[in-house]
């Protein structure tokens, strides 16, 4: 009985991992966990069903008691909040009859549920725009299992959540349009109080507004001093996540109404979009991008950007070349300046004139400096080099690391001192923490050395 195990996706670096005999014998626990689940899931989906055929609901209300009342006789039994029950039973049933190949792969314990629940919840934003045309829903949630079905080397629960963004808005551009414009009317503050003196503000506002504070709000702490007086008037350390709340504190006590401005884009100061040139000459209507990977846009709105002259904007222009492993690779990067990069004629003949827009881009971008090639004698990587490898970095080069690049340290990969240039071949974005694991020479994907895996490892 039983069919071969198949391999985690590990990325190849790390294939060595494969061989460590507890990492094999863990990797074969959590493979029966994942098929024991998804049983455990069917035998819940059938008594729902069994339930439903007995007690025939004829009207909708009295379905929906119905259904309310089987998963708490179901939360009531594996001692669970109800919530978790409907929420794991709808996962499944969306996936199933949507997506039944990422479902098999569930069941055969190659993905696991959280990958499941990140495509579901995606083929659920598809659905829901596209309701009343089965054809359309069928398509595009078929291509987004056929994208998801198989995890690729590096699969991460974060990087897959975003894969799953991207190809969602990307596979419906109006839907993630809608849904975009009605998501703003959700914007709130609220305030619970708690016992020991503080209150938690939550606060559920656009992304172009909060992606703008959050960056400032680290520059501020990064800078501010770290000496202070506290209550006592002694003189305290003050840690980063306090002076960032210290930061806060300040702008919401001192800030005026007076400084709000009219356009959703007043927010927009030190934040990187990447929107792609047929975006930019009207061609299509595919997202944008922010560098690091944050957020995504619909096209009116990064377009809205550009064209808004309120808004203060350096132009980038960026070209790519598709890597071995299918990835795009940034390989020259333009300085224009604040200026618009289409001038008002051929932004004028859009878009009937997108491809003479395309081409003039193009022009500019082969005949301009590449800032990519930027060299410098300096130990430390400033201007035009930290910018061009920040934008073609983005975020933290780690595997499966998501650590935006303004929250991150430029890394010589082959190190200064040991002779490695100062130039963009050589500099890469790390965050902290994945800077001090490469700095002991244990990120083998990351450090230039051709070292054998360790003895640990194997085994041995
Ligand atoms: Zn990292």
Same mark, same amino acid.
Request: with cysteine; aromatic share 4%.
């Given at each position: 009985?039983?069919?071969?195990?198949?391999?985690?996706?590990?990325?190849?670096?790390?294939?060595?991992?494969?061989?460590?005999?507890?990492?094999?014998?863990?990797?074969?626990? &959590?493979?029966?966990?994942?098929?024991?689940?998804?049983?455990?899931?069917?035998?819940?989906?059938?008594?729902?069903?069994?339930? =439903?055929?007995?007690?025939?609901?004829?009207?909708?209300?009295?379905?929906?008691?119905?259904?309310?009342?089987?998963?708490?006789?179901?939360?009531?039994?594996?001692?669970?909040?109800?919530?978790?029950?409907?929420?794991?039973?709808?996962?499944?049933?969306?996936?199933?009859?949507? =997506?039944?190949?990422?479902?098999?792969?569930?069941?055969?314990?190659?993905?696991?549920?959280?990958?499941?629940?990140?495509?579901?919840?995606? #083929?659920?934003?598809?659905? &829901?725009?596209?309701?009343?045309?089965?054809?359309?829903?069928?398509?595009?949630?078929? #291509?987004?299992?056929?994208?998801?079905?198989?995890?690729?080397?590096?699969?991460?629960?974060?990087?897959?959540?975003?894969?799953?963004?991207?190809?969602?808005?990307?596979?419906?551009?109006?839907?993630?349009?809608?849904?975009?414009?009605?998501?703003?009317?959700?914007?709130?503050?609220?305030?619970?109080?708690?016992?020991?003196?503080?209150?938690?503000?939550?606060?559920?506002?656009?992304?172009?507004?909060?992606?703008?504070?959050?960056?400032?709000?680290?520059?501020?702490?990064?800078?501010?001093?770290?000496?202070?007086?506290?209550?006592?008037?002694?003189?305290?350390?003050?840690?980063?996540?306090?002076?960032?709340?210290?930061? =806060?504190?300040?702008?919401?006590?001192?800030?005026?109404?007076?400084?709000?401005?009219?356009?959703?884009?007043?927010?927009?100061?030190?934040?990187?979009?990447?929107?792609?040139?047929?975006?930019?000459?009207?061609?299509?209507?595919?997202? #944008?991008?922010?560098?690091?990977?944050? +957020?995504?846009?619909?096209?009116?709105?990064?377009?809205?950007?550009?064209?808004?002259?309120?808004?203060?904007?350096? +132009?980038? =222009?960026?070209? @790519?070349?598709?890597?071995?492993?299918?990835?795009?690779?940034?390989?020259?990067?333009?300085?224009?300046?604040?200026?618009?990069?289409?001038?008002?004629?051929?932004?004028?003949?859009?878009?009937?004139?997108?491809?003479? #827009?395309?081409?003039?881009?193009?022009?500019?971008?082969?005949?301009?400096?590449?800032?990519?090639?930027?060299?410098?004698?300096?130990?430390?990587?400033?201007?035009?080099?930290?910018?061009?490898?920040?934008?073609?970095?983005?975020?933290?080069?780690? &595997?499966?690391?998501?650590?935006?690049?303004?929250?991150?340290?430029?890394?010589?990969?082959?190190?200064?001192?040991?002779?490695?240039?100062?130039?963009?071949?050589? @500099?890469?974005?790390?965050?902290?923490?994945?800077?001090?694991?490469?700095?002991?020479?244990?990120?083998?994907?990351?450090?230039?050395?051709?070292?054998?895996?360790?003895?640990?490892?194997?085994?041995?």
């Amino acid at each position: 009985m039983g069919t071969p195990m198949a391999d985690p996706a590990v990325p190849e670096d790390y294939a060595h991992l494969l061989s460590a005999p507890e990492l094999r014998a863990a990797w074969e626990e &959590e493979v029966a966990s994942r098929q024991a689940e998804a049983r455990k899931i069917q035998h819940l989906l059938d008594y729902r069903e069994r339930r =439903l055929a007995q007690e025939q609901p004829k009207h909708t209300f009295r379905r929906s008691a119905v259904l309310k009342a089987v998963h708490r006789e179901i939360a009531l039994v594996l001692g669970v909040p109800e919530g978790q029950i409907y929420r794991m039973l709808s996962t499944a049933s969306t996936a199933q009859e949507w =997506l039944p190949r990422t479902w098999e792969a569930y069941r055969a314990g190659i993905v696991d549920a959280d990958r499941v629940q990140k495509v579901a919840e995606g #083929a659920g934003d598809l659905i &829901e725009t596209n309701s009343g045309d089965r054809q359309v829903q069928r398509e595009l949630t078929a #291509a987004l299992d056929t994208r998801f079905c198989v995890p690729a080397a590096g699969d991460h629960r974060n990087t897959v959540a975003r894969a799953v963004r991207d190809t969602v808005a990307e596979l419906d551009t109006a839907g993630h349009q809608r849904r975009y414009e009605i998501a703003q009317n959700t914007r709130h503050v609220s305030f619970v109080a708690l016992d020991n003196g503080m209150t938690l503000m939550k606060a559920l506002l656009p992304t172009l507004v909060l992606a703008s504070v959050e960056e400032r709000l680290h520059a501020a702490a990064a800078t501010a001093t770290r000496k202070q007086k506290n209550a006592a008037g002694e003189t305290a350390e003050v840690g980063y996540h306090q002076r960032m709340a210290d930061t =806060l504190t300040g702008w919401l006590l001192t800030g005026s109404g007076a400084e709000v401005t009219d356009s959703q884009q007043g927010g927009t100061a030190g934040i990187n979009i990447t929107i792609p040139l047929e975006t930019v000459t009207e061609a299509s209507d595919a997202p #944008a991008t922010s560098t690091d990977g944050r +957020f995504i846009l619909p096209a009116a709105q990064a377009r809205a950007i550009m064209n808004d002259p309120k808004v203060e904007k350096t +132009f980038y =222009l960026t070209g @790519t070349r598709t890597a071995p492993d299918g990835n795009q690779q940034s390989v020259r990067i333009v300085k224009l300046g604040s200026d618009h990069p289409l001038d008002n004629l051929a932004r004028a003949e859009r878009p009937e004139g997108s491809e003479q #827009a395309s081409s003039r881009l193009t022009e500019k971008l082969l005949s301009g400096t590449n800032i990519l090639e930027t060299v410098s004698s300096a130990r430390f990587v400033t201007g035009n080099l930290r910018r061009a490898v920040l934008l073609r970095d983005g975020r933290c080069q780690a &595997e499966g690391c998501l650590e935006p690049g303004f929250r991150a340290d430029l890394d010589h990969i082959t190190s200064y001192e040991t002779g490695g240039a100062t130039n963009a071949a050589n @500099t890469q974005v790390l965050c902290h923490h994945h800077h001090e694991i490469k700095s002991h020479g244990l990120l083998p994907e990351l450090s230039t050395g051709t070292d054998p895996p360790p003895e640990w490892a194997t085994g041995d």
